[in-house]
């Protein structure tokens, strides 16, 4: 981590200040900042890594809320106006549909991403074996055989 980030985790004033103020306004806030000048150190997580494992961690939730909403619709579904209630459900059949399709978009631009930080990640590998190979273990040039 950065150390010359005013707010890391670790113990410093601001970190310990911000924690006895959470505890006061709500404790939980205080527990958080707590877990973070405790563990804050293993979160080493770019935006991206955020929101890919808080979609693994959350997917199912959204996707059993769909599904709730869905359920109450389908209870509530009559009007009285058979017209109405034909077209409702075949729009929402057809948003359905979009949601699927993009829902399958966000995952393959997903497996994209990876697969190009994969790819980068085996360049960087790859270079880094080059010149360690090039140069030495005391980085002196390597002996010719």
Do not use: H
């Amino acid at each position: 981590m950065n150390e010359t980030a005013l707010l890391r985790p670790a113990w410093t004033p601001l970190t310990i200040a911000l924690m006895v103020v959470g505890f006061i306004v709500f404790w939980p806030l205080g527990l958080v900042m707590l877990a973070y000048i405790i563990w804050g150190d293993r979160l080493n997580m770019n935006r991206s890594e955020w929101k890919r494992s808080a979609g693994r961690a959350f997917g199912s939730c959204r996707r059993s809320m769909k599904d709730s909403m869905r359920q109450a619709d389908d209870r509530m579904s009559s009007t009285g106006n058979a017209a109405f209630d034909e077209w409702r459900r075949s729009e929402m059949q057809r948003i359905d549909e979009e949601r699927r399709k993009l829902d399958e978009m966000r995952a393959e631009f997903d497996r994209y991403t990876d697969e190009l930080r994969k790819a980068r990640d085996r360049e960087e590998f790859d270079r880094f074996m080059r010149e360690r190979n090039n140069t030495g273990f005391g980085g002196t040039p390597a002996p010719e055989a």
